[in-house]
């Protein structure tokens, strides 16, 4: 006998299993289409796979380690650049995400909006940087790309931001 209160309902959701065959998914596919090399196809699948039975061990980053290596060895590619970007970030958010899911849960599509909000933000700006930079490298024969000092410039002042308000005393609450 059941009380007429004794159901819940939940908003639309995914299984934690979910989470962990999409990324095995995304490091496949970008395994196979980024990197020529079969070997490095094959340990990123491996990767992959040893992630989402084991997520603690950050194994899923490895693989995208080896579709950077395949990168590395290919020629120069605007489009397998950009693409590469947008593989390896979704693998990091996979990634994060399944050291967070705890096995054996569902997890409500709307908690996942603001991971896609970011994730979406992130690209917008990647994606232009990453075209930017390719474009660059391409024109720069012989001397240092524009892209290079650029990235220098970025990362003293992201440097010199966080020293700034490291050593800023807390905000004090107001009520």
Known sequence: MRAPNDTLKTAPAVSWIVVRVVLVAVVAVGAFVL?????????AVILAVTAAVFPQTFA????AACIVIGMLLSEPDLGRAMLAV????????????TLVIP????VVLAALRP??????????????LAMAVMLGVDGAE??????????????????VLLLVNANRPPAAESH
Do not use: C, D, E, M
């Not at 593989?87 to 990634?95: D, E, N, Q």
């Not at 096995?103 to 569902?106: A, E, I, P, V, W």
């Not at 909000?117 to 232009?128: D, G, H, N, S």
């Open 35 to 43: 990197n020529p090399l079969v070997g490095w196809q094959w340990a």
């Open 60 to 63: 899923a980053w490895g693989g």
């Open 86 to 97: 947008l593989v390896v970030h979704t693998i990091h958010v996979l990634t994060s995400l």
């Open 103 to 106: 096995h054996g849960s569902r």
């Open 115 to 128: 991971t896609a909000v970011r994730f979406v933000l992130v690209q917008a700006i990647a994606q232009p």
């Open 142 to 159: 012989g001397t240092a790309p524009w892209a290079v000092v650029a990235g220098g410039g970025a990362v003293v002042a992201a440097a």
